[in-house]
């Protein structure tokens, strides 16, 4: 039997941005099928913002966030957690080398989506991709994507700026109504190229683009923070309780 004060705690390696990792406490608290206070998901959450710019490391422009990743998992296991999830989708370049700090698994966010846009059915096709450039750049999801029989449609240079970085710096400042004006076209241009799901592959985009408004568009939008959630609760139904 497990001890009382032990058991399956989920960790979450947070702060990138902040916003986002306290959206996914928010959605892991509404998506678990729980009926009191003690059927939810026991959670670690280790949220430091000062964590450095993730795509300004990778396009060379900004300090290495490996470190501060680093500090962040060695404090979650510390704390019991008994697997991570990182609510950012550009922290996932190093995931090889977060992988290699740790014995714990670490649940890989575009895995999550993909296994959540196959739950809704969508098993080949078109998909289009919205995410920082650094993500877009170092083919994160398209390799994945691709690996599973999908064709990837993601915007050109100036759509990236206007349509993906724009909206994700106003959700990081918490302008959310800003951040949909600027997101909204850009989901707009990948419906009208054929795409058949668009991920929102930045965990900033699902706070710019949120939920009630996606019915706009007559196809699935498959949210990156969502997708992580139920892949956690996944995680976890599996545990010994």
């Not at 650094?134 to 349509?163: F, V, W």
């Not at 724009?166 to 951040?179: M, Q, R, S, T, W």
Request: aromatic content about 6%.
């Amino acid at each position: 039997m497990i001890n009382t004060f032990t058991g399956p705690f989920l960790g979450i390696l947070g702060g990138m941005g902040p916003l986002a990792s306290a959206t996914l406490m928010t959605r892991l608290a509404q998506l678990t099928p729980a009926t009191s206070d003690q059927e939810h998901i026991p959670s670690i959450l280790w949220s430091d913002p000062r964590t450095p710019s993730r795509p300004a490391a990778y396009l060379h422009q900004g300090p290495d966030p490996l470190p501060w990743m680093l500090n962040g998992i060695t404090h979650l296991e510390h704390a019991g957690a008994k697997t991570i999830v990182i609510p950012c989708n550009t922290a996932h370049l190093w995931f090889d080398a977060l992988c290699a700090h740790t014995q714990l698994p670490i649940i890989h966010i575009v895995d999550a989506v993909i296994q959540n846009l196959q739950d809704q059915g969508i098993r080949s096709g078109r998909i289009g991709l919205m995410a920082t450039s650094a993500t877009l750049a170092s083919m994160l999801y398209q390799d994945r994507l691709h690996a599973h029989g999908y064709e990837c449609l993601t915007p050109n240079a100036e759509e990236i700026e206007k349509y993906c970085s724009v909206p994700i710096e106003f959700a990081k400042k918490g302008k959310l109504d800003a951040a949909q004006r600027a997101v909204t076209p850009g989901v707009t241009t990948l419906f009208s190229r054929g795409a058949q799901a668009i991920i929102l592959g930045c965990t900033e985009l699902p706070l710019a683009l949120p939920h009630p408004v996606r019915n706009f568009w007559d196809i699935p939008i498959i949210d990156s923070i969502d997708a992580l959630t139920h892949a956690a609760i996944r995680w976890y139904t599996q545990q010994p309780h």
